[in-house]
């Protein structure tokens, strides 16, 4: 079955940068553009990266993706407390002809 | 601007037919160039795909629920719905109902708050 791999945890101070990396396969990341979502407490999951590596609209110039081959990553800089949460990378798996979600990523600001 | 609202049961026994609504706002759900997709999120858990719509009538489904799931469109209510039968535990979760457009210049991503589903005796 597809899986796609996330690190469970990242962390840093305020103002610090933080990579998530996003681990996957052919069938899904090195067949097709990554998105990536950030899900904080008590709220919907929100779109922070399309097609690699665009933002859309209102999303901070903090937040950048780039995918390479099989793998993805999403950079956090500036570090904010309000960062403070859960990151998915998502993909279309033509295998299973179906979006994948990475295993999730959680940020904590120290 | 794209509004999503889940609506259904939150209490369910085992075996019996998870039925959830989502209604839309701020456009059609019979745009040819939006995709609808349902994604529940288990206690504890990670987000998980379900299954998507597209205005075609083409669906797609987690492999994983594909047996039990269907997911279906009513453009009288500008709705679309997901009805999971003989559920079990292991579907309680939080569920998402989700409206995505993507192009080179500009991405609308809307998810519902989500509808809380538990399943339980």
């Known amino acids: 079955q597809s899986v796609v791999t996330q690190p469970p945890s990242a962390s840093g101070t305020p103002g610090q940068r933080v990579t998530i990396s996003c681990s996957g396969s052919?069938?899904?990341?090195?067949?097709?553009?990554v998105y990536w979502y950030q899900h904080l407490p008590g709220t919907a999951p929100k779109l922070l990266i399309y097609r690699n590596n665009q933002r859309p609209s209102g999303v901070p110039d903090r937040f950048s993706g780039s995918k390479s081959g099989t793998s993805a990553s999403l950079a956090i800089s500036g570090l904010r407390s309000e960062d403070e949460g859960d990151y998915y990378c998502a993909a279309w798996d033509v295998s299973l002809s179906g979006r994948i979600f990475g295993t999730g990523t959680k940020v904590t600001v120290l | 601007q794209l509004q999503l609202q889940e609506s259904g049961p939150g209490l369910l026994k085992p075996s019996e037919t998870l039925s959830l609504t989502c209604s839309v706002s701020g456009g059609s759900i019979s745009s040819s160039s939006h995709y609808w997709a349902w994604v529940r999120q288990p206690p504890g858990k990670g987000l998980e795909w379900i299954g998507s719509?597209?205005?075609?009538?083409?669906?797609y489904y987690t492999p994983s629920l594909k047996s039990r799931v269907t997911i279906f469109v009513d453009t009288s209510k500008n709705q679309f719905s997901l009805k999971l039968n003989s559920v079990t535990a292991a579907d309680t979760a939080l569920y998402y109902c989700?409206?995505?457009?993507?192009?080179?210049?500009?991405?609308?991503?809307?998810w519902g708050q989500g509808s809380l589903v538990i399943v339980s005796s």
């Open positions: 989700q409206g995505s457009y993507y192009d080179s210049t500009q991405a609308i991503d809307s």
């Open positions: 052919t069938s899904n990341i090195g067949n097709g553009y």
């Open positions: 719509i597209y205005y075609s009538g083409t669906t």
